[in-house]
């Protein structure tokens, strides 16, 4: 599943940090690809956590920012990432990990993750 998001990002040429959580959100797996930047190895980790944590896609909370009013509260929480990125890792319907890519705009990293992800079901 990482050597998959992997791919997908060197295909790009994208400088990505790739992490890899179990279903209590704790670190299983980080690769950080050539040039990535630093600070992204916290983020995929964090949007990782996020995902577990919340048992959705990170790209749910930053949908619910982007619609404004009542939303704009979750800047308020500290546990969360708004960030796209994060995806669950499902077996039987059942959250069972997840994947948190980190490093360009949030639209590329979910599609790295989501990457992961399928390959994780194939």
């Known amino acids: 599943m990482a050597d998959a998001a992997r791919a997908e990002a060197q295909r790009h040429g994208w400088p990505m940090v790739i992490a890899i959580a179990d279903s209590g959100g704790h670190l299983v797996?980080?690769?950080?690809?050539?040039?990535?930047?630093?600070?992204?190895?916290?983020?995929?980790?964090?949007?990782a956590k996020t995902t577990v944590d919340f048992r959705r896609p990170t790209g749910a909370f930053e949908s619910a920012l982007a619609d404004g009013g009542l939303h704009w509260r979750l800047l308020g929480m500290t546990n969360l990432t708004p960030l796209e990125g994060g995806l669950p890792i499902l077996r039987d319907g059942r959250?069972?990990?997840?994947?948190?890519?980190?490093?360009?705009?949030?639209?590329?990293?979910a599609q790295a993750a989501a990457a992961g992800v399928a390959a994780f079901g194939a």
Do not use: C, E, P
């Open 95 to 109: 959250v069972i990990g997840a994947i948190g890519v980190s490093g360009m705009q949030s639209t590329q990293d």
């Open 29 to 47: 797996l980080l690769y950080r690809l050539d040039q990535a930047q630093h600070g992204s190895v916290l983020v995929a980790q964090q949007k």
